[in-house]
């Protein structure tokens, strides 16, 4: 596991767009499977995407919407959300595990790096 921080949150209007970056200091992760993972308020955490050497899936209820991309220049791995709504609302985190299956993402256990995560508020 390498500590990942998430950052790019904020406030965004139903409809907008944010664009989620994902680093490491001093440390390179391109070999690294990188998930997002998102916790809404008074709800367990849950993934949204997972990319691999070879693909990026993502949940369904995102698909469309999100896109993951990797820099491997800047050694940042960057989730761009567009069409946001309300509930998409949630601290966001990303990780330097990740795993897809039956349309689920998840992270290994145990998973210990988490971080701060990085708020981002979808209102009117």
């Known amino acids: 596991q390498v500590p990942l921080v998430a950052s790019g949150g904020g406030w965004v209007q139903p409809g907008g767009s944010l664009r989620l970056s994902c680093s490491a200091s001093?440390?390179?992760?391109?070999?690294?499977?990188i998930g997002w993972f998102l916790q809404a308020p008074g709800k367990e955490r849950e993934g949204v995407s997972c990319i691999d050497r070879i693909n990026t899936y993502y949940i369904a209820s995102v698909k469309g919407r999100f896109t993951v991309t990797r820099d491997k220049d800047k050694n940042t791995v960057y989730l761009k959300m567009d069409s946001l709504n309300p509930e998409d609302t949630a601290v966001y985190y990303c990780?330097?595990?990740?795993?897809?299956?039956?349309?689920?993402?998840?992270?290994?256990?145990?998973?210990?790096?988490w971080g701060q995560g990085t708020q981002v508020t979808v209102s009117g």
């Open positions: 001093g440390r390179t992760f391109d070999s690294y499977d």
């Open positions: 990780t330097s595990d990740c795993g897809h299956a039956m349309g689920v993402i998840y992270v290994p256990v145990p998973y210990n790096d």
